[in-house]
Each structure stands twice: as C-alpha cells, then as structure tokens.
C-alpha cells in the first residue's frame, strides 16, 4: 500500500476521462490518453469505468485510481456511490479506488464518512476519499481512509461558490490532516500545479486541460475573442 502511494509523490496523474458522445469517448482512446501521460511523464492515471480501468491497466505500468460515475435519482454521490461499484473498481484491478466521501446521503443510507468504514470492513484496497469540504476531509480521515482529494469541491451545492482551484482548502487539509491530500478540480495551468505541490500536495491530478480537447479548443476559440472560458 505504501510503495503505491509513494510512486505518486510529487507527481502528475493524468484523469483520462471522456463521456458518452464526446469524441474521444472510448477505451481505446482513454488507454492512448494513458500511453501518452506515461510516456511524457505522469506517475499515475484516473480512470473511469471498468472497461476503461482494464484498457489502461493493459497499457501502462503506472497505478491507477479506479472509479464508477453513477447518477442515481434522488442522491447527489455519483462517483463510486455504492458497495457494489467498488467491487467491479476492485474487480478491473485498480490500485486505489475512489469514492465520494461528502456529507451526503449515499444510495445504500450511508453518509461519507461511514460509507468509507464499511468498504474499509469489506474490502482490502487502497481508498481515496473525494471530498468538498475540511470537515468531509477529517471525517474521511477519521474513518481510515488513505488518502484524500479535492475533487468535489465546487460540485456539492453547498461548495458552488468555492474558489476554483481550491487551494485555500488544500492548504487547511494538508494542515489538519496527516495522510496524503491530492489537489484536484480545476488546474489548468502548469503553474498552478506547481503551486499545489508547494502547499503541500503529494500530488496532482489535471484531467480536462489534458485529455478534453474540445474545452482544450473552445478555451483557444473563446480567449482569441477576448471572451472568458469557464470550465
């Protein structure tokens, strides 16, 4: 568990995500995504899906971090929200799987920090803990989870004016908390990730500034305008 862990310190891990009807939707295209990452230096993936997480695991040597987005109607956790999306993560050979661990009502009636301390009872695998808030952050901590990331903060309703990237969160996490925090949601800049490292990040993750050409293009299309691009 460590050694995987500490193969990510200071490093970039690249999300190699797309969705049904982009273009680059596919795993073929996502393990290409993954082949280029590594070959340019990436020291992990973020990957979404089985058959993706397969894919990738075939092509390059790195750890990845395994999901299942999910919407379920009525419950806001869709990234790995239920006991049985982890196990088909598990099942695709992920080396860390992450969850959504908010404040929220997860599909099986457990809230974040519990539903951490029953796949923690269930299952022997490396779990991150996507969050939104240093409290989430804490309880996450306190459940034993082995690391922690900033995915979700801005994506909770009660975080939808947080600043973006978050780095005064990062700074309170790595602060309270001491497990590895992962900086993620919004870095688009290399600057940026740089800066996330300074605070104290173990690591970063970029995803749509990477492998999502057609924001990659509207942010040229809308910036040669003068207009700004929100992503």
């Not at 790195?62 to 790995?80: N, Q, R």
């Not at 050979?93 to 539903?115: N, Q, S, W, Y």
């Not at 923690?120 to 996507?130: E, P």
């Not at 919004?186 to 990477?210: C, F, K, M, Q």
Request: aromatic share 8%; hydrophobic share 45%; net charge neutral.
């Amino acid at each position: 568990m460590k050694e995987v862990i500490e193969r990510l310190k200071g490093g970039l891990i690249v999300s190699c995500q797309a969705y049904p009807g982009d273009a680059m939707y596919g795993s073929s295209v996502m393990s290409a995504f993954a082949r280029a990452s590594f070959e340019s230096g990436a020291v992990g993936i973020r990957a979404n899906g089985v058959s993706d997480i397969k894919a990738i695991k075939e092509t390059v040597p790195l750890p990845v971090i395994g999901i299942y987005k999910e919407s379920i109607s009525g419950y806001g956790p869709y990234i790995t929200p239920t006991l049985r999306h982890v196990e088909m993560v598990i099942s695709a050979r992920a080396d860390i799987v992450a969850v959504d661990a908010t404040k929220r009502l997860h599909p099986e009636g457990f809230m974040g920090d519990e539903f951490i301390r029953e796949i923690k009872k269930r299952f022997d695998v490396i779990l991150m803990a996507d969050i939104s808030t240093l409290e989430e952050g804490i309880l996450a901590y306190q459940a034993g989870v082995d690391l922690i990331s900033t995915t979700l903060s801005g994506y909770t309703e009660y975080t939808k004016n947080a600043k973006k990237p978050n780095f005064e969160l990062l700074k309170a996490l790595v602060k309270e908390i001491p497990i590895p925090i992962i900086m993620e949601g919004n870095i688009w800049r290399p600057e940026e990730a740089r800066y996330a490292l300074d605070l104290g990040a173990h690591a970063v993750v970029v995803g749509s500034a990477i492998t999502r050409p057609q924001l990659i293009v509207k942010k040229f299309v809308l910036g040669m305008k003068g207009l700004p691009f929100f992503e």
